[in-house]
């Protein structure tokens, strides 16, 4: 990715992630799904441009489909930070957006955890990582992920999180046109919502699965379609509630090669797990 630091602007990826497995392991009473979900960025994802402006405006000069930018979670992380933060600064913010919406791959949450930090870093206002993740739960469940950059273990709706090691492999990517709602799969009588908790141990040992995937592929008969696809190549993984499905393969050749045989038409990326968030990888430096 293409990024660069400069005291007054900032340029840093917001990577996608994977659910290498979703178990739904209950409902709350607020309606809210508690899960059991393993979580690792890869090195693909969606750019931002931040600069500082003195007049406390946040403008975010790139239109996305459908979403107001007043609704963009941007926008919404900007001003949340500066709420918090006090500061009478704003920002200029631009997106490269790569990543499908409604994809499972996190795309927006992503980018909300990458204003987060990238202006609690340009505006110096010094709120630490669980302050960052606070404000982050607010705007989605997967945001705080993204703000602690660290492969995850997660449990309770998905913001109990253990850092993890896992093997690093590559992945194959592929995106189905149908775009899923997250809320839709989670309101669909059909989900079972029952999976017994298991431990990390026993998902190393004997795996897991996505507990949303049947439902998904009732209601959407692309997924169902691709899903068969790409198992003819790899053990095929459906990521949070879709629709993109994903496969592991030891070297990028390899995922290389299973793409260049899929369909022209159908949209894929071949990307590298990492444990490290590709953005924490450049601030850390
Ligand atoms: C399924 C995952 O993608 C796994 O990574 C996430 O848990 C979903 O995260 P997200 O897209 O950031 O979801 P949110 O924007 O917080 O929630 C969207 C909607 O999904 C439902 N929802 C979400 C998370 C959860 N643990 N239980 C739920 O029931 C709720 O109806 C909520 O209104
Ligand atoms: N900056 C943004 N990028 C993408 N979507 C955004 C953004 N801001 C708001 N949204 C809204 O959030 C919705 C979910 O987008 P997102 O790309 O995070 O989906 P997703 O990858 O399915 O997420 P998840 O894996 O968390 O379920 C979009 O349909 C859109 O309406």
Not at 2 to 17: D, G, M, Q, Y
Not at 180 to 200: C, G, H, K, N
Not at 202 to 231: K, M, Q, W
Not at 260 to 280: D, E
């Amino acid at each position: 990715m293409n990024t660069t630091v400069n005291s007054a602007e900032l340029s840093l990826p917001a990577p996608a992630k994977l659910n290498l497995f979703l178990h739904i392991t209950g409902r709350r009473a607020d309606g809210y799904h508690t899960l059991q979900t393993l979580f690792q960025f890869v090195d693909h994802g969606d750019t931002l441009h931040f600069s500082t402006r003195s007049d406390g405006q946040i403008n975010l000069h790139s239109e996305l489909a459908g979403v107001a930018a007043e609704d963009n979670l941007i926008v919404r992380a900007a001003r949340l930070l500066q709420q918090a933060a006090g500061t009478q600064l704003g920002a200029d913010i631009q997106l490269d957006k790569r990543l499908p919406m409604g994809g499972g791959l996190g795309g927006g949450s992503s980018d909300a955890a990458t204003t987060l930090v990238g202006l609690n870093h340009l505006w110096q206002t010094g709120l630490n990582e669980d302050q960052l993740a606070e404000i982050g739960i607010t705007l989605g469940a997967d945001v705080p992920v993204f703000v602690r950059g660290k492969a995850a273990w997660a449990e309770g709706v998905g913001e109990q999180l253990t850092p993890v090691e896992l093997d690093e492999p590559w992945y194959l990517v592929v995106i189905p046109t149908c775009s899923v709602s997250t809320a839709e799969i989670f309101s669909d009588q059909r989900l079972t919502r029952d999976t017994p908790p298991i431990t990390l141990a026993a998902f190393r040992e004997h795996g897991g699965r996505n507990d949303c995937l049947p439902v998904v592929a009732a209601r959407y008969s692309e997924i169902r379609n691709t899903l068969i696809l790409l198992n003819n190549y790899c053990e095929a993984k459906m990521t949070g509630t879709g629709s993109c499905l994903f496969g592991a393969f030891p070297n990028e050749r390899e995922a290389d090669k299973v793409r260049a045989r899929l369909p022209a038409t159908l949209r894929s990326f071949v990307a590298k797990g990492c444990n490290v968030s590709p953005l924490h990888q450049l601030i850390s430096k």
